[in-house]
């Protein structure tokens, strides 16, 4: 990222504002502290060099005591706009992040790395924080305030300009090396944070069954040996940060000290006067002090740019035209995948596979984890495009309306989606089953068992959830999400691996459900481990990974060694 990317100012428009601010707020702190070292030097001047009483001193003290008010009030300002800029700017980022990787699929969005993902749009981006309040007003300052400076040197003593301008672009030249020298370690560091996150994230989803098998403490090692890398991470870039800001002072010091030098021979021999002599001592360090706080803070504000980096390349991924077409009645229609293929890191996942749904028929989607059994799902939903084959709707005459083409909305007004983790909104169970008679909901409950799981609650049916169906076990989730499908039929059901969390007598609930939704109509798609699924189910389809095609074949094929 550059050091004002443009990218930032325009999916971040808050922070158009606060730069306008930001350099307003440069140049009149340049002009105060211009009349701040010109007051100093008058002051101290009159009263050394002419001795001056007091009272002539006094207004000049004032003067500089309003001055120094002023700076103060400015660099409090600016702090206080760069902590409401950054918290705007970020969320607005990490808006346009999630609402733009809900848009093209988190698989587009983040290839390979969906966890990663998450780790961006939540702690990754919070890191541009200090960019907003501590390194892009220094920037400011830089391209602003030092130039300015210089410019009053240079009228009030050439010699002394000169040493400056000679030894000014030396500073730049060493944050440049700095930066050679450390390029990358942000980004390891921010990766070794993504990598840790969706060890996690990994670890929670899984930790049910990893308990159920008596392994919950097994991944131990693996995160802690991700922390002690992200430690390490962390430690050294603030090394690098303390030792390059140590050249940066050390650099600057000798630069002042040089024009300190200059000036002290010239005011012994007569060659200045002391009111330009001390006028030009005050303003040397300001000169360098910009250029100074950007390269002490840059360290700081690198993790940030390493985020807002991969945020704007998630950003840039094109989003597809959304489709306008109506959906068919799927009720009477059908759901039809021919030959559709994902690529993945390591070749096609899933290989080429064709899926028939039509209604009154259950569909398996079985085979190994890993092999693409989600990814189908996902392309049958029409949240991920395939890069081979294509999905059709069609209609009840036998017309066929290519997937792509069609509003997804309407065509998901006719599709109920079980995942393994059902989404339950906040409420009672009533409320959560929605629109229901007393006799159907009775009816859906005892098929499902969960007419049991009301009896053993309290408040029964008045039961209030939380958000997710916080409340609830696992399996009971599981339970309401299937009665809620069975009270609302779709013409198209989707079962992702609907006994995950489910003993011998859920998986048996399962099954009566699976048979009631045959007898409803309903097309049923099929996520399932358990061969007491896949034997319930009228088609299995079998789900398998492909080697990776060789370099240049656009789609896999037979003649790739893909099976078909």
Known sequence: MKP?????LRYARSARGYLALTVGLGLLTGALVVAQALLLAH??????AEGAPLAQVAPLVGWLVLVVVLRALTAGVQERYAHRAATRAVAELRERVVAHAAAVGPR????GDPA??????????DALEPYFVRYL?????????????LCVVLGLDWVSAVIIAVTVPLVPVFMWLVGVMTQGRSERGLATMQRLASQVLDLLAGLTTLRAFGRERGPVARVRELGEAHRRATMGTLRVAFLSGMVLELLTTLSVALVAVGIGLRLVHGGIDLVTGLAVLV???EV??????VGAHFHASTDGVAAADRAFAVLEVPVPQPGTRPAPDLARGAVRARGVAVRSRGGWAPAPVDVDLVPGRVVALVGPSGAGKSTTVEVLLGLLTPD???VTLVAADGAATDLVDVDLHDYWRQVTWLPQRPVLEPGTLDEVLGAATPDERDRAAALTGLDAVVASLPDGWGTVLGSGGTGLSVGQRQRLALTRALLRPSPVVVLDEPTAHLDAAGERVVLATLDALRAAGCAVLLVAHRASLASRADDVVHVVTAEAVTAGAGTPSEDAGVPR
């Open 4 to 8: 004002l990317d443009p990218r930032l």
């Open 43 to 48: 002051a101290l001047g009159t009263a050394v």
């Open 108 to 111: 587009r969005a983040a290839p």
């Open 116 to 125: 990663g993902l998450v780790t961006l749009a939540t702690r990754g981006l």
């Open 137 to 149: 007003p220094q920037l400011v300052l830089a391209a602003t305030l030092t130039p300015a400076t």
């Open 283 to 285: 303003l040397a360090p």
């Open 288 to 293: 360098f002090l910009p250029l100074r706080q």
């Open 388 to 390: 081979a084959g294509r």
